[in-house]
């Protein structure tokens, strides 16, 4: 059921949606004893792992950020704080993470959140005409260009893959 353009309801579509910008809805359906929900999507979806994006949110010394990299690698926590001009940042506590963006794990979505956060998107975003981050909910991604992306969170751009 990929390619789906009608919204499903979640703060990301609808923010999505209230700015007019251009997307495209992927459902799969995901199965609950994958942990791995980036690579689990990029599979099931047919993309490749680099063009499809994991919310990760971390803490640093003045609240939480938000750090969107391809399922493809790891979050480097020293290029997001660096980042951010911090000296150092922790992946945000899971329960924490889910109270304030509104969304629960492998669900986050760096649109429409509770409580928006500073956001960093990694520079590789920008090789790829559009990418995938999640939709606001486990088996759901939106397709759109990193520059929307980018604009409607407000994410600063930098290499923050390791």
């Not at 669900?107 to 920008?126: E, K, N």
């Amino acid at each position: 059921m990929a390619g789906k353009k009608h919204s499903t309801g979640t703060p990301a579509t609808l923010a999505l949606e209230a700015a007019g910008v251009p997307f495209t809805l992927h459902l799969y359906d995901h199965d609950p004893r994958n942990t791995n929900f980036g690579l689990e999507a990029a599979e099931a979806l047919g993309f490749a792992p680099e063009q499809v994006f994991k919310t990760l949110m971390v803490q640093l010394a003045d609240g939480m950020a938000v750090g969107v990299v391809p399922v493809s690698g790891t979050l480097d926590l020293k290029a997001v704080a660096a980042a951010f001009g911090q000296k150092k940042a922790s992946m945000a506590d899971p329960a924490a993470a889910q109270r304030r963006t509104g969304y629960v794990l492998g669900g986050i979505s760096p649109l429409g959140q509770r409580s928006p956060s500073p956001t960093v998107l990694d520079d590789s975003a920008f090789e790829h005409a559009t990418i995938l981050v999640s939709g606001g909910r486990r088996g759901l991604d939106v397709e759109l260009s990193p520059e929307d992306l980018s604009r409607l969170t407000g994410a600063v751009r930098a290499t923050i893959r390791a």
